[in-house]
Every structure is written in structure tokens, then in C-alpha cells.
């Protein structure tokens, strides 16, 4: 099995920069994609970003295209998130989850508030 977990949220104003991170554990060679949703409130969950696992291809949602950069540490089983530019439509909690062989697991999330 794999387990994720985040870490690194917390508030900024707008135009500030805050960097979210996502520990991969288990079996991290199983792994096929570890992507960023983020939920606000009274909204449904909402893709921000992926990254393939092996070829570290990205992909990012319209919104946050340009501003947010999603990456991979080589040395740790690691994702991280680089938000820059940030906004106040951002604030949300941020999940972090792991498409792996034996399905998609979620972490707990990481509270974003971005104050105008």
C-alpha cells in the first residue's frame, strides 16, 4: 500500500508564495501519478495539478497555470507545490493523492488561506 501526507499550508496575503509538500510512503515503485486537488468552501473538490511518477510530466489546471509548480524530489518519495502569484480565490484546503497500482489514496489535506 502507499500513504500520503502533507505539510506546509498556512496564510499568506495576495501575491505571496507558500510551497505545499506531499510524503509518499509504502510501495513508492508502485506508484503512477501524485497529483494537487484543493476544495474550498461550498465547492466541489477541483483538480490544480499532476506529476507522473517515472517521466515527471506535469500537467496544471487553467487557474493556476504559470503561478504553481508541481515537482518531484529525487531523493525522497516527495511532491511538491510552489504557488506564487497567490490569490485570494486560492484559499482552500489542499489534498494531496497517489495514483498507484492498488488504487488512489487521498491525504488529510492542508489548509491555504490566502487574505486580499
Known amino acids: 500500500q502507499v500513504q500520503v501526507g502533507e505539510s506546509g499550508g498556512g496564510s499568506v496575503q495576495a501575491g505571496g508564495s507558500l510551497r505545499l509538500s506531499c510524503a509518499a510512503s509504502?510501495?513508492?515503485?508502485?506508484?503512477?501519478?501524485m497529483a494537487w486537488f484543493r476544495q474550498a468552501p461550498g465547492k466541489e473538490r477541483e483538480f490544480v495539478a499532476r506529476?507522473?511518477?517515472?517521466?515527471?510530466?506535469?500537467s496544471y489546471a487553467d487557474s493556476v497555470k504559470g503561478r504553481f509548480t508541481i515537482s518531484r524530489d529525487n531523493a525522497k518519495a516527495t511532491v511538491s507545490l510552489q504557488m506564487n502569484s497567490l490569490k485570494f480565490e486560492d484559499t482552500a484546503v489542499y489534498y494531496c493523492?497517489?495514483?498507484?497500482?492498488?488504487?488512489?489514496?487521498w491525504g488529510q489535506g492542508t489548509q491555504v488561506t490566502v487574505s486580499s
Open positions: 506529476i507522473n511518477w517515472s517521466t515527471r510530466s506535469t
Open positions: 509504502g510501495q513508492t515503485s508502485k506508484i503512477y501519478t
Open positions: 493523492n497517489a495514483n498507484y497500482i492498488g488504487g488512489v489514496v
